[in-house]
T-cell receptor, first 112, second 112 residues
């Protein structure tokens, strides 16, 4: 069965640095991949979507890469701020028409 | 637009009781979803709907039922509540299957 792996340990970085979060998956590549942000006690909020035939997507300080050879997506936040502290979830759809499958999320802590 | 709204925010049930979690969206989205999220874990899909009158099982449907009589509403029914159903429940909607999902604020349910 398909599996998604995100680092369950919190990532602690200093304000102003670039945060890099990893999402690994098994077996064949998904049709597309999404990243969400979740704050404590709230529902996830969509950030970025990247498709199988795309290598990179950017939105303001956010960048997502998709490497089908490594079976991995990287999520970068440049010039990180304490307000970026949250849990970040990756979610995959393996076949068009199928539903999203979420990873367990990685908690990011940005210290001032 | 209110987006996706869920009621109640919190609920405590005794084992064997039943309840309905309400979900309403005002974005005219065809797709709606119910997820559960256990502490420190990602979201698991319970049921989803691709339009009024159409529902289908997700990854963890046992112990739950849904209906979709209108585009706006997608209630989740718990029959004979069990401690294993203690979780945070999120409702979400999207315009189609390959778009981002919009989440509600969640319902925190405890079964004792």
């Amino acid at each position: 069965s398909q599996k998604i792996e995100q680092n369950s340990e919190a990532l602690n970085i200093q304000e102003g640095k670039t945060a890099t979060l990893t999402c690994n998956y098994t077996n064949y590549s998904p049709a597309y991949l999404q990243w969400y942000r979740q704050d404590p006690g709230r529902g996830p909020v969509f950030l970025l979507l990247i498709r199988e035939n795309e290598k990179e997507k950017r939105k303001e300080r956010l960048k997502v890469t998709f490497d089908t050879t490594l079976k991995q997506s990287l999520f970068h936040i440049t010039a990180s701020q304490p307000a970026d502290s949250a849990t970040y979830l990756c979610a995959l759809v393996w076949n068009a028409g199928n539903m999203l499958t979420f990873g367990g999320g990685t908690r990011l802590m940005v210290k001032p | 637009n209110a987006g996706v709204t869920q009621t109640p925010k919190f609920r405590i049930l005794k084992i064997g009781q039943s309840m309905t979690l309400q979900c309403t969206q005002d974005m005219n989205h065809n797709y709606m979803y119910w997820y559960r999220q256990d502490p420190g874990m990602g979201l698991k899909l319970i049921y989803y709907s691709v339009g009024a009158g159409i529902t289908d099982k997700g990854e963890v449907p046992n112990g739950y039922n849904v209906s979709r009589s209108t585009t706006e509403d997608f209630p989740l029914r718990l029959e004979l509540a069990a401690p294993s159903q203690t979780s945070v429940y999120f409702c979400a909607s999207s315009p189609s299957g390959d778009h981002e999902q919009y989440f509600g604020p969640g319902t925190r349910l405890t079964v004792t």
